[in-house]
């Protein structure tokens, strides 16, 4: 685990639906002092209308690998996907766990969500159980999806499963002119000593947007949990 939160671990390229090669975004997080970045292109899902694909997964993973080589010692380049989990879009049951497992990371976006159609915690801990690499869960409002509920069970939950949870200071993430995370912060602070924690931009369409890393800074550094970075 790391000491401080230069981190993002959320963006999409032209593997996806983003505007920017892999190596576009490493240079611009490399250039704003970032110390690690990931590449998590939407992976087998028809949310978007071009997703990587399983065919296209070796290709992918080469360019990242490529990358990576390049800024050896100067900033950590990590290979990952976002996984989709409505099972409308995305059939969770027979994802390539294969591939999946040769990545540094994997988001999954909307889960337990009843607005988006995720798929709940206790079916997630299915798809869990068949990856071995670190998984978090990205841009979760969880203020509204469990309400009142006891954010310490939450904690408790996620803890078990080995799920971290992203601080995402992306502009789309955000309710009644506060962040996501901020409506949250009862839950970020359930997870002290139980749930690692990332920090993620959504980056797809600004350059700069790869950088906008500093509120999450922040919210991780006022709750005095940046020991508990995933990375």
Known sequence: MGTDPLMNLHTHTIWSDGSFLPEDLVRRAYSGGLKHIAITDHFETRKVENPLRADRFPRYLRNIHAVRMMYEGRINVLAGVEIDTNPTRCDLKHLPFDLLNQLDVILFEYVSDPVNGGIGLEEMGDVRAKIDVPCGLCHWDMDRIFGKADPNELADQLRDLDLFVEV???????????????????????????????????????LDEVVNITRGQEFVKKLGMTDQMVL
């Open 168 to 206: 995402s200071t992306s502009q789309y993430y955000s309710r009644e002119g506060r962040q996501l995370y901020e409506h949250g912060e009862r839950f970020y602070r359930a997870f002290d000593g139980k749930v690692k924690l990332s920090i993620g931009t959504d980056t797809h369409r600004r």
